[in-house]
Structure formats: structure tokens, C-alpha cells
């Protein structure tokens, strides 16, 4: 079974360029960062998650930004990936985005953890 989203992939050189990718793509389009990943050297992946026109346009102002500032490695653009390759973009690419919880992450815990919709707080 596909995957319902997209992925945009945008790989430049340094870490400068790459910052100034992930922020032309998430303000040119509705697409979110999944992950920013070093895959050699100065080398360093941006990859964009949301619907399949996002990602294009996300991916074109990626590649116009880095143009400007830089130097574009590749881009990519996968429509509906399968699952098991959006598993290695999710699990197996080693990312330097902060490893902060975020908010969903915060809730998917404590939905998991029995705490959540049900209001299993502390036992007395």
C-alpha cells in the first residue's frame, strides 16, 4: 500500500544553503521538513513531506535558493512512495533537525501511554 503523501528531496553543499532550502521550501509551499540529513562531507539533504503539487513547487523554490546562495547536489520527487520506503525516510536517514518532541509526537505518547482521551492520570 502507497503512501498518501509526497516526498521533495533537495541535496546541497553546506550547511548554509541547505538552511536557506528548507526555509524557501516551507514558506513557497504547504510541505513540512521531515528531515535534514548529512550524507557525505559537505553534502546535506533536505527532505519535504505534503501533497504531490506542494512538493514540486517546494522542491523548485528549494532549487532556486540554493542556486542563489550555492550549490544544488540533486533534487528529487517521489509521488506516493511506498511504505516501505517512506519507513527508510522516516526511521533510517540519520537527521540533524533538532530532536526535540514535537506537539504530535508529545500526543501520539501520551495516547500510547494511557493518558490520553480516556483520562488515565496518575492511580491514587
Known amino acids: ?3 498518501d503523501k509526497s516526498f521533495g528531496f533537495v541535496e ?3 550547511l548554509v544553503t541547505a538552511i536557506e532550502v528548507a526555509d524557501a521550501m516551507t514558506k513557497s509551499a504547504r510541505v513540512v521538513v521531515k528531515t535534514v540529513a548529512n550524507a557525505d562531507a559537505a553534502l546535506i539533504s533536505v527532505v519535504c513531506e505534503g501533497d504531490l503539487a506542494s512538493c514540486q513547487a517546494a ?3 528549494g532549487k ?3 542556486a542563489r546562495l550555492g550549490e544544488v547536489a540533486g ?3 517521489i509521488a ?3 511504505d516501505d520506503t517512506n519507513r527508510m525516510v522516516t526511521e533510517f536517514i540519520g ?3 533538532s530532536t526535540q518532541p514535537t506537539v504530535e509526537s508529545k500526543a501520539k505518547a501520551k495516547a500510547t501511554s494511557g493518558q490520553g482521551a480516556k483520562g488515565g492520570g496518575k492511580k491514587k
Open 1 to 3: 500500500m502507497a503512501y
Open 12 to 14: 546541497t553543499v553546506g
Open 59 to 61: 522542491v523548485d523554490a
Open 64 to 66: 532556486a535558493a540554493a
Open 75 to 77: 533534487s528529487n520527487l
Open 80 to 82: 506516493r512512495p511506498d
Open 95 to 97: 537527521s540533524i533537525v
